[in-house]
């Protein structure tokens, strides 16, 4: 019997570490289920738990490297105050000759993956190895006992954890490619209704131990135990998960409650962390070693954040308070993200300039808090210091004000609405641009240690600048308010140039001052553009008309021509009898004087680049102008 592998594998134990509790995890011995042997590796199942046990005495005592009888498989229901009812061994094909246990369970509760010794041959040291095997649900018996296909006569095969999809099996084994010999862990896929050949977890995971009993939450974390990571003593419970390349990630030591002195060999979290089973060899046990249901319970403490001025310590309502859990000192926080206690918090400062949270236990808090015209503020806080007394404060250092710029019509001082602003930081050499609003009023923060120019232009306003001086103590209050006043616009009236009736030359007495008073004007401001729109009165026929707009346009076009203008700058357009500004159309009777303001050519302005300067056009209708005719 001695050459029999025991289920449990049972390892040499290392020196034993402290034990440390944590009030918010509580462990409780299922004691229903107990026994004074060994009893291990509980999955949840249905309404209850499958378990491994060593107290069956059904058939011959194990020898002295094989603590207890031979294991079995039990299931317990749960009551419905919570405890549990009686154990009962599975019906069915499973518990057989020798070691049965450690199971898993497909997504539907149907299909169970076990270890068992194998029972149809030995190794080449003539020991008795272990395999796995599924079994199909029958009612209320498991059947149909099928040995996996990668199992070997030559190397044990055990300890199954399936994922919640049924799709990813891993086991442990000490097959070849294992580390050192001992037992790893391996993972196979179901693809095409086979399971693929075996692989290897990889060194992040598998030492020169062994690693035992692994299992796979609802999330795809993996847990398992082993005895080549360190920790608190014999086999310690760890936790792993899959990286984003698929590769196997330690995530760590499950450390206190769970981990302690002696063997810690199944852990099996449910419920998003907050519960689960858990197995080990622990003092106060009923025996050798005990299932454990666990509840976690995170404890919160109230805190509250005053934020103040750092130099006045007055507080600063509206601050804005941004918290981040960054780290977490309970495992299963770091596992599980805490839930809701994970989630950044962006809190706003009260009239008192206070911001209230629960702060979990255990986690340590990026906090960055900011004000206008104050230097933010970046720090790593753990609970302890947040808890230790309280508000805990946190100064704000003034190093930014606002700076308001507010660009005025001179000498009147009204406002000038949309002007362009642009801020130099002297210092820096950076610029940024700014659109005033409709009060010519724009915002920018700024830097209480530079030096600034302030522009400002709003065609056809000239353009304006002041230099940023002697404001600090502005600064240190957080308000800079700057004017820039722009100096009204010089206002130059285009005249249009009046015909005499059914002509087009240009008439001495006032359509050669007009055009030769427009030639000066443009030398002066050579980026102006004009168009000359050309005009009849109302009597004769329209399309005369038209034809003789057109020809008093191009007598206008040609006296500035010959004069030098560049004739790029001119353009015309003939309107005819059409668009009079009186009501003189046919049919009505007009005096000459009325008749002579529709015979005209008006200039214009297209475009020019020139500040400061503004082109405007008289009101003709109010113009008086002597006809020639008698």
């Not at 602003?421 to 009060?439: F, N, Q, V, W």
Request: one cysteine or more.
């Amino acid at each position: 019997m001695r050459n029999i592998k025991p289920l449990l594998l049972l390892l040499v134990m290392a020196i034993c570490g402290p034990l440390f509790a944590q009030q918010e995890i509580e462990l409780k011995n299922i004691k229903e289920v107990n026994t004074d042997r060994l009893d291990f590796s509980p999955v949840p199942f249905g309404n209850g738990i499958i378990f491994t046990s060593s107290k069956s005495n059904r058939f011959l005592h194990c020898p002295s490297d094989n603590p207890g009888d031979y294991t079995d498989v039990f299931y317990a229901p749960i009551n419905a105050d919570g405890s549990f009812g009686e154990k009962q061994l599975l019906k069915g094909g499973i518990n057989g000759k020798y070691n049965d246990g450690v199971s898993t369970f497909s997504p539907d509760g149907k299909k169970m993956i076990f270890t068992r010794n194998n029972i149809s041959g030995k190794n080449a040291e003539n020991i008795i190895d272990l395999k796995l095997y599924s079994a199909d649900q029958e009612g209320e018996s498991w059947g149909n006992v099928t040995a996996l296909p990668f199992n070997s006569d030559d190397w044990s095969t055990a300890h199954p954890a399936l994922s919640k999809d049924g799709t990813l099996l891993v086991f442990s084994s000490n097959r070849p490619g294992s580390t050192d010999g001992g037992m790893d862990l391996w993972s196979s896929k179901w693809e095409n209704g086979v399971w693929s050949i075996p692989e290897n977890l990889g060194p992040a995971l598998n030492t020169s131990g062994n690693e035992l009993f692994p299992f796979i939450d609802e999330f795809g974390n993996l847990f398992f135990s082993s005895n080549g990571h360190g920790g608190a003593g014999g086999l310690d419970i760890f936790a792993a998960k899959q990286g984003a390349n698929g590769q196997w990630e330690m995530i760590g030591n499950l450390g206190a409650p769970f981990n302690q002195g002696g063997d810690d060999v199944s852990f099996a979290p449910m419920n998003g962390g907050t519960e689960g089973y858990y197995a080990g060899d622990r003092s106060g046990g009923v025996g050798m070693d005990d299932i454990y249901h666990w509840t976690y319970k995170p404890v919160f403490q109230e805190v509250q954040i005053l934020v103040v001025d750092k130099k006045t310590n007055d507080p600063l309502p509206g601050s804005t308070v941004d918290l981040k859990p960054i780290e977490f000192e309970n495992m299963l926080d770091k596992i599980y993200g805490s839930g809701d206690a994970a989630e950044p918090m962006n809190l706003v400062a009260d009239a008192n300039g206070i911001v209230t949270f629960q702060a979990r236990k255990g986690t340590k808090y990026l906090i960055n808090t900011a004000k206008e015209t104050y230097k933010p503020d970046e720090r790593e806080v753990a609970y302890t210091q947040l808890t230790a007394t309280q508000p805990y404060i946190i100064p704000l250092e003034k190093e930014f004000a606002m700076l308001t710029v507010l660009v005025v019509e001179d000498p009147t001082n009204d406002p000038i609405p949309l002007p362009a602003i642009t801020i130099l930081d002297k210092t820096t050499g950076k610029a940024i641009s700014l659109t005033g609003d409709g009060e010519g009023s724009a915002k920018s923060q700024i830097d209480c240690s530079h030096d600034y120019e302030i522009s400002a232009s709003k065609r056809p306003y000239y353009d304006n600048s002041v230099t940023l001086t002697d404001y600090k103590l502005d600064c240190a209050d957080g308000e800079v308010t700057v004017i820039v006043p722009l100096k009204k616009p010089l206002e130059v009236v285009l005249n249009p140039i009046f015909y005499d009736f059914d002509r087009y030359y240009i008439r001495s007495r006032d359509a050669k001052p007009t055009l030769d008073t427009l030639v000066t004007i443009m030398n002066r401001y050579p980026s102006l553009q004009v168009s000359l729109n050309a005009y009849c009165d109302s009597r004769g026929p329209s399309s005369y008309n038209q034809i003789l707009s057109q020809r008093r346009a191009n007598a206008a076009l040609k006296y500035l021509t010959d004069k030098g203008i560049d004739k790029a700058r001119l353009s015309v357009k003939d309107f005819g009898e059409s668009n009079p500004v009186n009501n003189c159309t046919d049919d009505v009777y007009c005096s000459e004087a009325d008749h002579q303001l529709n015979r005209r050519v008006d200039v214009v302005p297209v475009r020019h680049q020139e500040s400061g300067v503004e082109f405007k056009q008289p009101d003709v209708a109010k113009m008086k102008v002597v006809s020639d005719r008698k």
